[in-house]
């Protein structure tokens, strides 16, 4: 998604929540600084691994486990929302990318990273110390940001993790992805988290 079309729905997000944008931005400028070098994977590296692929797309609910039974996923590209990680590992399963902007379990994420998942890796204004304290152990680093991106990264749209996937699924051309571990009546969150869902939900339906 071009950033001027991402921009008026960015802003709801802002509005809606009370985030920073100049923290967002700061964020932003923080992880670009950070990638240099080696740790930093090209953009066509990823867009080869989705481009013209099922992909199977793993959001991080209680039911991640019992969907991921309902599916063959060798057949697919996986691609894994942050926490949803872990899932994945127990059932060993190494995801193919994980979308992460690192507040889940990262020592798994960095387990998955070196056997050899891309990590597409997201700042925002509260999580500048996860990335000054993570990043520096990733390799094969996407870096993606909230706001307009600065050199180096990108912003495929989305808000969360989940929703973030499904919009880069699409923009790097995958041929069709297959949601699993996302619910998004889930009662046994936080009235945050739920607002977050209710974006999310918003967000994803937009490619039905």
């Known amino acids: 998604m071009e950033y001027d079309k991402w921009e008026p729905i960015y802003k709801k997000i802002v509005e809606d929540f009370g985030f920073s944008e100049d923290a967002d931005a700061d964020a932003a400028q923080l992880l670009s600084n950070l990638l240099i070098g080696p740790v930093k994977a090209d953009l066509n590296d990823l867009t080869d691994v989705i481009k013209g692929k099922d992909t199977l797309i793993c959001g991080n609910a209680p039911t991640l486990k019992k969907d991921l039974e309902q599916v063959n996923p060798s057949d697919h590209v996986i691609i894994a929302a942050d926490g949803a990680t872990s899932v994945l590992l127990e059932q060993g399963l190494i995801p193919d990318v994980i979308v992460t902007d690192l507040d889940g379990d990262v020592e798994k994420e960095i387990e998955a990273n070196k056997k050899g998942a891309l990590m597409v ?59 699993v571990g996302f619910d998004f009546d889930d009662d046994n969150v936080d009235e945050i988290k739920k607002k977050k869902l209710n974006w999310a ?6 490619f039905a």
């Open 121 to 179: 890796v997201h700042a925002h204004g509260d999580n500048t110390g996860k990335i000054l304290s993570f990043v520096p152990l990733l390799t094969n680093i996407i870096g993606t940001s909230q706001t307009k991106p600065p050199h180096g990264l990108y912003n495929f749209g989305g808000f969360t993790d989940g929703d973030r996937c499904v919009f880069m699924a699409h923009q790097l051309g995958a041929t069709s992805m297959t949601l």
């Open 201 to 206: 939900r918003r967000l994803i339906e937009g």
